[in-house]
């Protein structure tokens, strides 16, 4: 099922969750407009939010209610964890562009992020749950320390494959895992069936940062929108490098040690041939696939219906993309 197909079922839930993110980033700061609408706009397939529509009518939510608004949340916060990742990271391009903070400035990136955060907690107020504070409060939180965990790996060749892991679920599967319990909450599912979402939005979460991760030894750089090789150029220990670490031999190993530690992507030639030949970028892959697996089945306990098609088809999609 191609990304088109899967949208298809809440194509104008997702119209009015672009309508609800053009109102909310309204402000009478120009530059927080300027810098909210560079990255917003910037394109991305918006697979966060289109999972919390999907979760929240497959929980039976009605038409119209407040899961739409609950998607643009999703978005806000993960637009603001980017605006302040790409200055963490001194990155330049992201989706085949420049980054807000090439463009405005690192400080224009860090506080319009900040803006985004509180914006998006307003809109929890609006929603009027509790339960989608204190779930999205702790998400957050959640997030927050795992940017700070992913620095401390950086450079740090001793990273474990379960250190990593960590860092992948509280940085990327948590917001997942958040978006669709939430859905759950604002569709006024029973406990049964928002713990199946929160399950699957974990476990999407992590099959997709895993195939993200081995894309950067991968992928085409002109559909990735960034450069090849950016984790290593930033000392990042992902998978397939951890994997390739352990299972290469004494000179592959020795060499990719040296580029964790010192960063930078001079050897992304020979590192990406140590990769292959030890296996890495296939370890991954299965793991992810593992992981997408297990997000499928955990809607066993969804009632069949068009919307949980779809989540599985999202999972197969997060699995098998090249971009």
Known sequence: MQLNDIRAPVADDLKGVDAEIRQQLESDVVLVSQVAQHIVGGGGKR????????????????????????????????????????????????RGRNTANDVFGSAASVLVGDFLYSRSFQMMVDIGLLKVMQVMADATNTIAAGEVLQLMNAG?????????????????ARLFEAGAQVAAIVAGAPDGVEQALADYGRHLGIAFQLVDDALDYRGDASELGKNLGDDLAEGK??????????????????????????????????????????????????LARSEADRAIQALAGIPESA???SLAALAEFAVARSS
Do not use: C, W
Not at 239 to 244: R, V, Y
């Open 307 to 309: 919307f949980r098609e």
């Open 47 to 94: 697979l966060r939010p289109l999972a919390v529509l999907l979760a929240a009518r497959a929980a039976g939510a009605a038409a119209g209610s407040g899961y739409v608004k609950a998607a643009a949340i999703i978005e806000f916060i993960h637009t603001a964890t980017l605006l302040h990742d790409d200055v963490v990271d001194e990155s330049h391009q992201r």
């Open 156 to 172: 740090d060749p001793d990273t474990t494959e379960q250190r990593y892991l960590d860092v992948i679920y509280r940085k990327t």
């Open 237 to 286: 220990p992902t998978l397939p490098l951890i994997h390739a670490l352990r299972a290469g031999n004494a000179e592959q190993a020795a060499m990719i040690r040296r580029a964790i530690e010192d960063g930078g992507s001079r050897d992304i030639v020979p590192i990406r041939a140590a990769i292959e030949s030890t296996g890495g970028l296939d370890y991954t892959a299965r």
